[in-house]
């Protein structure tokens, strides 16, 4: 996401505000709520939040509700922040839909494990209805190397078929695991990224990643705070969210 913090700054800055950035990383879950009352006690005209699972305690922060607010890569479902207008929601029923719809049953989600998309992932793939019976194996790979979680997930006996990454970055590295490893991507192993940067289609096999308007989210959200700080009504609108099938994914193996 770092398009969209990039043409956020860009446009705030063009209408004479200064960015002042809180990073929680994928420490503990109350971090984005420490941060925002740091944020807040220090002053801050409005806040954006990205790339964190907002905490339901976040009302409760003095003095936030004077302020305006906006999430960029999430709808917040109580009400409390707007959306910029990209649904990551949306981006894992895509795959979780076109999976499947290739007979995928079990699945891996490659991600740190407090990080937005590995929340959102396990989120949607645990409700979605069309993968009835189904399971969903979350590995953190900030706890061990990429190779080894994935050849550990193989030698389960319910093992994943398919891996869901959070970023092309990760979902390469796993492709580059299996290389080394004799593990065919995608007969063996299907593998979906995040992101569909140009590197999704200078690998082989290309790969199967989630295309999200991530330049647009971050404009979106900056033009909602300049509508908020002139008393204009904002005018925020669903960005398309879509998933470009390549060669990294197929239908899993043996019968199904």
């Not at 860009?10 to 420490?34: F, I, K």
């Not at 964190?52 to 305006?68: F, K, T, W």
């Not at 407090?114 to 992932?121: G, N, T």
């Not at 290309?206 to 999200?212: A, C, D, M």
Request: aromatic share 2%; glycine share 10%.
């Amino acid at each position: 996401m770092a398009a969209a913090l990039a043409a956020l700054e860009a446009r705030l800055t063009d209408a004479g505000w200064d960015l002042l950035l809180g990073s929680g990383g994928s420490c503990e879950v109350g971090t984005p709520l420490a941060g925002a009352r740091a944020l807040v006690r220090r002053g801050v005209g409005a806040l954006v939040f990205l790339g964190v699972d907002l905490p339901s305690e976040l009302r409760e922060v003095r003095g936030i509700q004077r302020l305006p607010s906006v999430s960029v890569d999430r709808t917040d479902r109580t009400g409390f922040t707007a959306s910029a207008g990209l649904d990551l929601c949306r981006a894992g029923k895509l795959i979780a839909n076109y999976l499947g719809q290739l007979g995928h049953r079990c699945m891996a989600v490659v991600a740190e494990p407090h990080s937005i998309i590995s929340v959102l992932l396990a989120e949607t793939l645990g409700a979605d209805k069309a993968l009835d019976g189904s399971s969903l194996e979350i590995m953190h790979i900030s706890h061990e190397p990429i190779a080894e979680g994935i050849l550990r997930s193989l030698s389960l006996r319910n093992a994943p078929t398919a891996a869901i990454c959070a970023s092309d970055a990760t979902a390469l590295a796993v492709m580059h695991a299996c290389a080394c490893h004799g593990v065919d991507v995608p007969g063996r192993l299907s593998v979906v990224g995040f992101g569909d940067s140009p590197l999704a289609r200078c690998v082989s096999p290309t790969l199967t990643s989630v295309r999200i308007p991530a330049r647009g989210a971050g404009i979106a959200a900056a033009e909602y705070l300049l509508a908020r700080f002139a008393d204009r009504v904002p005018d925020l609108s669903e960005l398309p969210v879509k998933l470009a099938i390549r060669g990294s994914t197929g239908p899993p193996p043996g019968p199904h």
